[in-house]
């Protein structure tokens, strides 16, 4: 190689270097802006960052637990009384697998209770302290006694149990949020979760196939008003829960002006309401995927 030739490739070599540093500074922040933008994504979907839609009231984990446990405290009785009133009462003309489901809802309810209790007390909280009162006011879910024939006591099953389906999707954030403090108990949320949404599909296709109601095992686009009983038009979120495909939530605030009338009974002479122990059931008949 001759000299001239040496001469000019070192030259061109120190021109290059010199133009891709100043390239390179004058793109970094853009390079960086892509470097963030799936970070933020990620932080986003795991509750780290605000969203622009908020579901309610800030619980930390051991008030969402205490919260849906008085929940799971109260649909188990709900069965409890059920299977009591198809033996002598006012459902024994329910059809059978009617009485099926009654057993093994009641039965996955229980079992909630003790998930849901052992979550709490591994995050400091009293599961005890949890009560419901001894004769809740069922009545105030349709005005009337639930438990005195099928038709009734379907109607308040199907609105039990898409609250309940409801109440745990609106405490997700809440859980997010807490980061490691809030995991025992998103955990036991997502195991109990997708049961009570069985259970939702369950109690509208008996509804469906048994009584002719014109209701599908899931909440549809064109629900009435009178089906779904929390708010569907989340107008500031950017789902579309009225939709088939996605299902919406409810706030803790929507659920207990729901529920509260169901707990606002006489209270005891201590001025307390007397827990309701969680009844044992037999093995019941199995009733999983109803269709």
Known sequence: MTPYLIIFRTSFKKVF?????????????????LAIIPLLSLLFFLG????????????????????????????????HRAASAAQNGGLVSAP?????????????????????????????GNPDAITIPTSPNYNS?????????????????????DLGVAAYTGQVQNLLAAGEAGKPILAAAL??????????????????????ADVRPWISTNA?????????????????FPLDAFDGYATKD????????????????NGQPSEV??????????VRGLW
């Open 277 to 286: 122990p969680i009844p044992s059931t037999t093995e019941p008949t199995p």
């Open 48 to 79: 780290l960052v605000t969203p622009a839609y908020a579901q309610g009231s800030v619980l930390s984990p051991r008030e969402v637990a205490e919260y849906v446990l008085t929940l799971e405290k109260l649909e188990a009785d709900f069965y």
């Open 191 to 212: 195991e109990i979760h997708s049961v009570e949404a069985r259970h939702a599909a369950g109690i509208r296709f008996l509804r469906q196939t048994l009584l002719g």
């Open 224 to 240: 009435s008003n009178s089906e779904v009983i929390y708010n569907e038009n989340r107008l500031d979120s950017p789902i579309l």
């Open 17 to 33: 270097n010199s133009f891709q540093s100043v390239f390179s500074r004058a793109f970094l922040p853009i390079k960086l802006s």
């Open 141 to 161: 879910i349709l005005g009337r006694d639930p438990f005195a024939n099928p038709t009734d006591f379907l109607l308040a099953g199907q609105y039990v149990e």
């Open 254 to 269: 929507e659920v207990l002006a729901l529920v509260n009338p169901i707990l606002n009974v006489a209270q005891q002479p």
């Open 96 to 124: 059978q697998i009617a009485k099926d489901a009654i057993a093994s809802y009641g039965e996955d309810e229980s079992n909630h209770v003790t998930d849901l209790s052992a979550a709490l007390l591994s995050i400091g």
